[in-house]
T-cell receptor, first 114, second 111 residues
Framework: DVKVTQSSRYLVKRTGEKVFLECVQDMDHENMFWYRQDPGLGLRLIYF???????EKGDIPEGYSVSREKKERFSLILESASTNQTSMYLC?????????????FGPGTRLTVL | GENVEQHPSTLSVQEGDSAVIKCTYS??????FPWYKQELGKGPQLIIDIRSNVGEKKDQRIAVTLNKTAKHFSLHITETQPEDSAVYFC??????????FGAGTRLFVKA
């Protein structure tokens, strides 16, 4: 059974803290994605990585950075957390065989910034 | 920028009835339209997709239709069951890395 796991289901941090969200996939997928999910806004792409050490900005990259040192792991970093980054964060992965391939999502991390 | 509008935001149906969710996209270059289902506490999961060279696709109780001229696409669920209760997202892509998602529809199926 294919799997995308995220390090935490719930996370509470304070304003100004550095926050790391980790995502691991066991499908040997080349492409990985970070989205945030907010009510009424759907899923919005923050960053994606098409291969190890490669990263590209999505639609809302401000305030975030990412790291992809190994194929299976994609990290999202909030350098200095702010209250407007309180959200559900979803990681996804996809095979590079075809860009029409299904994205597989993790269960999400609900981050609260106080 | 590119946009996908999804309606309704909430839909309540009686078990056994049909449910229809509609989406409109803005980018005429879009050629891939997946639908995802998100159950409580889980990430979205692909349930069906359609490409722009096809007008309709069916998989058991689920069907999607696409009208490229009007830039509309819809999800139809027939004979709804309580386990169909979830949030459904439509999305549109151009075959690249960016997929634009709709805001979601929360479907309630009453037993």
């Amino acid at each position: 059974d294919v799997k995308v796991t995220q390090s935490s289901r719930y996370l509470v941090k304070r304003t100004g803290e550095k926050v790391f969200l980790e995502c691991v996939q066991d499908m040997d997928h080349e492409n990985m994605f970070w989205y945030r999910q907010d009510p009424g806004l759907g899923l919005r792409l923050i960053y994606f990585s098409y291969d190890v050490k490669m990263k590209e900005k999505g639609d809302i990259p401000e305030g975030y950075s990412v790291s992809r040192e190994k194929k299976e792991r994609f990290s999202l970093i909030l350098e200095s957390a702010s209250t407007n980054q309180t959200s559900m964060y979803l990681c996804a992965s996809r095979s590079a065989g075809s860009t029409y391939n299904e994205q597989f999502f993790g269960p999400g991390t609900r981050l609260t910034v106080l | 920028g590119e946009n996908v509008e999804q309606h309704p935001s909430t839909l309540s149906v009686q078990e056994g009835d049909s449910a229809v969710i509609k989406c409109t996209y803005s980018d005429s270059a879009s050629n891939y339209f997946p639908w995802y289902k998100q159950e409580l506490g889980k990430g979205p999961q692909l349930i069906i997709d359609i490409r722009s060279n096809v007008g309709e696709k069916k998989d058991q109780r689920i069907a999607v239709t696409l009208n490229k001229t009007a830039k509309h696409f819809s999800l139809h669920i027939t004979e709804t069951q309580p386990e169909d209760s979830a949030v459904y997202f439509c999305a549109a892509g151009t075959g690249g890395f960016k997929t634009i998602f709709g805001a979601g529809t929360r479907l309630f199926v009453k037993a």
